[in-house]
T-cell receptor
Framework: EPEVTQTPSHQVTQMGQEVILRCVPI?????FYWYRQILGQKVEFLVS????????KSEIFDDQFSVERPDGSNFTLKIRSTKLEDSAMYFC????????????FGPGTRLTVL | GNSVTQMEGPVTLSEEAFLTINCTYT??????LFWYVQYPGEGLQLLLK?????DKGSNKGFEATYRKETTSFHLEKGSVQVSDSAVYFC????????????FGPGTRLSVLP
């Protein structure tokens, strides 16, 4: 069964450093998403991406964040200058075109900012 | 705005007990409703969904009915197992193009043998 994959599973970085989190969505999916989950808290929407552009973003997704689909398979989230409060689990998700379809989530990348 | 409220956890039950996790929502428009489950150390997995009023989603013995009149989507299971121990998230989706999900805070379920 096809699945969303994410790398790395755990990333440790120093405050102020740039990090890139990588995701490979399911191959025939057209919509891509990033969410984050701070430890012990709820899952929060960051951004959605369709047709090579951001379609929606939350207030969390400020100028420090960017997303890119550099090729036909990868979908990346970049944090330019990490802060301590960026420490969280980051989930990538994807789904097919059409309203109200379930999203398929990857296993997550745990980002720890020291 | 759109929001999801879930009952506070953690919920601790004995094996074979009946489970209810309450979920209510506020939404602009007509949402689709979902339950996702997160097992320890893993990502989110769709458990079940319902896309219109009175729809019942079901999977692995879990059920939830979309109640528009009470804006609720309570999760139930008649007989829980130890393997059901996880965090359960109620979620809604109202946006077509972005389809960003709004998640509830999650309810941690522990089932004891």
């Amino acid at each position: 069964e096809p699945e969303v994959t994410q790398t790395p599973s755990h990333q440790v970085t120093q405050m102020g450093q740039e990090v890139i989190l990588r995701c490979v969505p399911i191959s025939n999916h057209l919509y891509f998403y990033w969410y984050r989950q701070i430890l012990g808290q709820k899952v929060e929407f960051l951004v959605s991406f369709y047709n090579n552009e951001i379609s929606e973003k939350s207030e969390i997704f400020d100028d420090q964040f960017s997303v890119e689909r550099p090729d036909g398979s990868n979908f990346t989230l970049k944090i330019r200058s990490t802060k301590l409060e960026d420490s969280a689990m980051y989930f990538c998700a994807s789904n097919v075109a059409g309203a109200y379809n379930e999203q398929f989530f990857g296993p997550g990348t745990r980002l720890t900012v020291l | 705005g759109n929001s999801v409220t879930q009952m506070e956890g953690p919920v601790t039950l004995s094996e074979e007990a009946f489970l209810t996790i309450n979920c209510t929502y506020t939404a602009t428009g007509y949402p689709s409703l979902f339950w996702y489950v997160q097992y320890p150390g893993e990502g989110l997995q769709l458990l079940l969904k319902a896309t219109k009023a009175d729809d019942k989603g079901s999977n692995k013995g879990f059920e939830a009915t979309y109640r528009k009149e009470t804006t609720s989507f309570h999760l139930e299971k008649g007989s829980v197992q130890v393997s059901d121990s996880a965090v359960y998230f109620c979620a809604l989706s109202v946006s077509f193009y972005g389809q960003n999900f709004v998640f509830g805070p999650g309810t941690r379920l522990s089932v004891l043998p």
